[in-house]
């Protein structure tokens, strides 16, 4: 029978403690977020929100959903979100699987894998990006948000970790039955490393979702601004002229309901997707993280 001691007890009682904390430091904002975007002007205006809506109503959300600008900047962000993480998973895929080889299947693996961790380290600095980003025709497009992060060296290591994990017998016998490199990784490695593949696709989801410094630099139309961007530009620069809803909007709705909407409505998809992919997400990190 194992016994816990008193200093045990103490320490998981303080290690209970100090989560719930950390998890209410967390979830209490998000919750004042969501009771100010359903309370009434003058309760928000006079900061009387706490926890509950003061005044019930879904007028800032009304307006929030009939602003054409707003709409265009979440579909553009869905359009950069799915895009920009199919593209980095398929090309960190295929760079991890041939770096998760031995040396004597892939000569000069390390010198591949030191190049790939080189360009994580070291960069040529925004004013040279900016450039390049400009002699290649992508400002203003949807490929300058998408393209420059496309190779994300952090995922396709710790993909590559993963991938070292999986039994060397699984691709003996899928080699055996006659497959190539290929098939044996669309047949085998994908399969088996599922939890890792969306561990890594909720890593790209919310770093594409949440990017707004790219595309305040690249783009110079705000039509085209992703919704990072968009709010980025109504709550931190107050720029209501151009992205957000029109001055006489504002006379029976307070600008602070109409910004925690738009930033509630921002932050509801992420929150969705991350239950659906918990159950991967413990096992992917761990056991991408451990191995060499």
């Known amino acids: 029978m194992y ?9 998981t009682v303080f290690n209970y403690a100090f989560l719930i904390l950390l998890s209410l430091l967390c979830i209490i904002p998000l919750i004042h977020i969501l009771a100010v975007s359903f309370s009434g002007k003058a309760a928000a205006n006079a900061n009387l929100v706490g926890l509950f809506p003061v005044d019930f ?3 800032a ?18 359009q950069r979100t799915v895009l920009g993480t199919l593209l980095s998973m398929v090309i960190v895929t295929l760079a991890a699987y041939p770096l998760s080889r031995e040396n004597r299947n892939f000569k000069r693996r390390n010198l591949y894998t030191w190049y790939f961790v080189f360009t994580m380290l070291f960069s ?9 980003i400009q002699k290649l025709n992508l400002l ?3 490929w300058v948000l998408i393209l420059p992060g496309a190779v994300s060296v952090w995922n396709m290591i710790l993909l590559l970790n993963f991938f070292r994990n999986v039994p060397k017998e699984l691709e003996e016998a899928a080699f055996i039955d006659g497959a190539g490199y290929f098939r044996t990784l669309i047949s085998v490695f994908l399969p088996v490393s599922m939890p890792a593949i969306a561990t890594l696709s909720l890593f790209s989801m919310v770093g594409h979702w949440n990017a707004w410094f790219d595309g305040l630099i690249f783009l110079t139309d705000h039509e085209k601004y992703p919704l990072a961007t968009f709010l980025q530009t109504i709550i931190v620069q107050q720029d209501f002229s151009k992205v957000s809803v029109r001055p006489e909007d504002l006379e029976n709705i307070s600008q602070r309901t109409i910004k ?7 932050m509801a998809p ?12 413990v096992k992917g990190i761990v056991l991408g993280a451990v191995k060499e």
């Open 61 to 78: 959300y009304a307006k929030t959903l009939d602003n054409e600008n707003f709409i265009r900047s979440l579909g553009i962000a869905v």
């Open 3 to 11: 016994h816990k001691t008193k200093p045990y007890k103490v320490f």
């Open 140 to 142: 203003n497009t949807m």
């Open 260 to 266: 925690a909407a738009q930033i509630f409505i921002g």
């Open 57 to 59: 109503t879904f007028d």
């Open 124 to 132: 040529g600095g925004l004013i040279p990006f900016y450039i390049l």
């Open 270 to 281: 992420i929150l969705i997707v991350y239950p659906l992919l918990q159950r991967f997400f």
